[in-house]
Every structure is written in C-alpha cells, then in structure tokens.
C-alpha cells in the first residue's frame, strides 16, 4: 500500500513546518492544502496530476511540494525510503542502497526538474536530496552504455557499482570526443557536477552543513583544485574535473 507522507518529508527535511510560513494569499494557501492532502494519498501514477493545480505558483512552498511530488512519481514512495538513503551513507557508505532509492529509475528528465524544484523550495535538506537524486539518476542511466553493472543500479552490488565507475574513469581516461561511450561518460560526470554546483552555496555552504555528505563533495572540490567561490561559474573542463571526482567518491 503506498501511503506518502509528503509532510513528514518535507517538514523533516526543511526543518519547518510546511504550512506554517505561507504568506500568500488565502486562495495560494489553500492550494497548496489541497496539492499536499492529495499528495498523502497519491500513487507515483497520479502524483503530478496533485500538483498541476500550483504549476504557475512560485513560492517556496510550492516548490516543497512539487519537489516532493517528483520524489513520488520516481517511485520514492516514503519517507523512510529517503532517511533509509541517508542512512546508508552517512553510517555504511553503502552507495549500492543510495543509489538504488534515490536515482530516478534512470529518468534524467523527471530527476532534473525535480532537483530544480527542490532547490528553489529554499530548503537546504531538500535541495542536497534533489541533487543527489539528479546525481544518482545520471550515473544510473550510463548502465545502458557500460557494462559492469549492466542489470541497472537497483540490482548492482556496491562491488558492481565501484566496477562502474572505474570502467567510466578509464572510458574518459583513454577514449575521445566523438566515441559513444566516451560522450556518455562526460555526460554523467558533467550532470553530477553540475547538481552538486546547483545547490552547494544552499546546502553546503553553510554553517552547521551535513558533513557525512557535503564532506565528501568539499573534498571533491580540494582534488579538483576549485574552491567554493569558484563554484557558480566553472568552465567545462573544470565541470568535468569536479565531477570525476565526485563519482571517485562513490567508489
């Protein structure tokens, strides 16, 4: 039975109540009432219908919502799913476990405007979870062009998954422009990167970030010789640098 909880996520993730802040007008108000109450009930099949009625709102809040929405309809279907995520790796580095949650079922597009909604609900929790999402999605839809974890993300092991990365790092260590494995490679480092630089300023960039995963990504950023205030205009060879090694982070 699918029972989302779209409260307990984004309230647990923003630290806020969901409801609480809205300042808008009472009609925005209660649109964004009836979204959630149709969201707690909603299967990944008719999640975005729930939200179709705040597509042209702007507030963070909203955004909460629709980000929360994009988690549904991928097939992240509790709250405990995503704290089962977080867990795995703050506690386990079992990458096998975030991956297998957290990626989008290979959907780049679904997991892309997710992560943009996430990060514009103004939530530090909720715009690491889309990146990581986004980050996770991409790496999963490489499995169609490498073959060390060629069952997909969700049925790799952590050795598999390690194997995938390092067959990508030797694709974009010996190949060249123009070759299909090489192209897809670069890809998935750039929309790894690329998330990670979308939402470092809001969810790592400040004080009291989680550590267990902004950590790892400021350690990525030291490798690759690019400091935070370089981060919003990275050329794309500093992209692929940084998203080297990010997914060397993986391993």
């Known amino acids: 039975m699918v029972n989302f909880k779209v409260t307990a996520l984004v309230a647990g993730l923003s630290c806020a109540a969901l409801l609480a802040g809205c300042e808008g007008a009472q009609s925005e108000k209660d649109m964004i009432m009836e979204a959630q109450y149709c969201l707690d009930k909603a299967t990944s099949l008719t999640a975005q ?8 709102l702007t507030s963070e809040n909203a955004y909460a919502i629709r980000c929360a929405a994009g ?9 405990e799913n995503l704290a089962e995520a977080f867990t795995a790796l703050q506690e386990d580095g079992d990458t096998a476990t975030m991956l297998s949650i957290l990626n989008f079922n290979g959907s780049t597009g679904l ?4 992560a943009e909604y996430c990060t514009k609900s103004g939530s530090p929790g909720l715009a690491l979870m889309g990146a990581m999402a986004k980050s996770a999605t991409a790496l999963a839809s490489s499995t169609s062009e490498f073959t060390s974890c060629s069952g997909g993300i969700a049925s790799c092991t952590d050795a ?6 390092t067959e990508i790092e030797g694709v974009l260590t010996t190949g060249s422009a123009g070759d299909p494995d090489f192209d897809k490679a670069v890809e998935t480092i750039t929309a790894v990167a690329g998330s990670v630089q979308a939402v470092y300023a809001l969810s790592c960039g400040q004080v009291g970030a989680n550590q267990d995963i902004c950590g790892p990504i400021d350690e990525a950023l030291q490798a690759a010789t690019i400091t935070p205030e370089e981060l919003a205009a990275l050329t794309p060879t500093q992209l692929e640098d940084l998203g080297k090694e990010l997914i060397a982070k993986w391993k």
Do not use: M
Not at 111 to 114: E, G, H, I, P, S
Not at 160 to 165: F, H, M, R, W
């Open 160 to 165: 598999e998954i390690s194997n995938l990365i």
């Open 111 to 114: 997991a892309n405007t997710t």
């Open 49 to 56: 219908s729930c939200v179709s009625g705040i597509s042209s």
């Open 71 to 79: 988690f549904l309809e991928s097939g992240v279907t509790t709250a």
